[in-house]
């Protein structure tokens, strides 16, 4: 099945620092959301977008909806060990065959340095 | 007030066996919705069922069916199993089968050996 492409696949990183991830589609998505996923839990929904353009913030969390509907980005800003985990990104078309259904990324596992 | 809870959390079975796995959906919820987790992917959609009846397909085969019940409770069956099958299946509830807010729950662990 088709799956977004998500990148980076994973990063390490000193804690406080910031930390930047995207994600990107071939197809249009109507709306974007971000997940994060611990082990052993299921995915826990972090931020959703429904507008082109619109910039979302989260506390130290922050996510765009690209202008062509067809990527986005998340933030996390001064980064702490329990930012740790895998975050996907997830687009609902809303329209059309298989409208509701989400189509996930293959994830960015985060790890943070003490 | 309850989240969605599965069960079991983990079960081995052994190729071309059957396998149930059962979701019940955050209360207030009436929509039930599952993906397959496999090893370092994410999720995939398989199916959604609402008022009892499969809404959304996703391209999974006939051997993947699904139910659910009036009490908005579900569950998945997977027949003649096959290694490939072995992922982390999440069920996903929300009110209304066009929502986006999904809460998931923890999932199955189904190994297939």
């Known amino acids: 099945g088709q799956q977004l492409n998500q990148s980076p696949q994973s990063m390490f990183i000193q804690e406080g620092e910031d930390v930047s991830m995207n994600c990107t589609s071939s197809?249009?998505?109507?709306?974007w959301l971000w997940y994060k996923q611990d082990p052993g839990e299921g995915p826990v929904l972090l931020i959703a977008l429904y507008k082109a353009g619109e910039l979302t913030s989260n506390g130290r969390l922050t996510a765009q909806f690209g202008i062509t509907r067809k990527d986005s980005f998340l933030n996390i800003s001064a980064s702490i060990p329990s930012d740790v985990g895998i975050y996907f990104c997830?687009?609902?078309?809303?329209?059309?065959?298989?409208?509701?259904?989400?189509?996930f990324g293959k994830g960015t596992k985060l790890s943070v340095i003490p | 007030d309850a989240g969605v809870t599965q069960s079991p959390t983990h079960l081995i079975k052994t190729r071309g066996q059957q396998v149930t796995l059962r979701c019940s959906p955050k209360s207030g919820h009436d929509t039930v919705s599952w993906y397959q987790q496999a090893l370092g992917q994410g999720p995939q959609f398989i199916f959604q069922?609402?008022?009892?009846?499969?809404?959304q397909r996703g391209n999974f085969p006939d051997r993947f069916s699904g139910h659910q019940f009036p009490n908005y409770s579900s569950e998945l069956n997977v027949n003649a199993l096959l290694l490939g099958d072995s992922a982390l299946y999440l069920c996903?509830?929300?009110?209304?089968?066009?929502?986006?807010?999904?809460?998931f729950g923890s999932g199955t662990r189904l190994t297939v050996v």
């Open positions: 069922y609402y008022e009892e009846e499969e809404r």
């Open positions: 197809s249009i998505f109507n709306t």
């Open positions: 997830a687009g609902q078309k809303g329209s059309g065959a298989g409208s509701y259904q989400l189509t």
């Open positions: 996903a509830s929300s009110l209304g089968w066009r929502s986006y807010g999904y809460t």
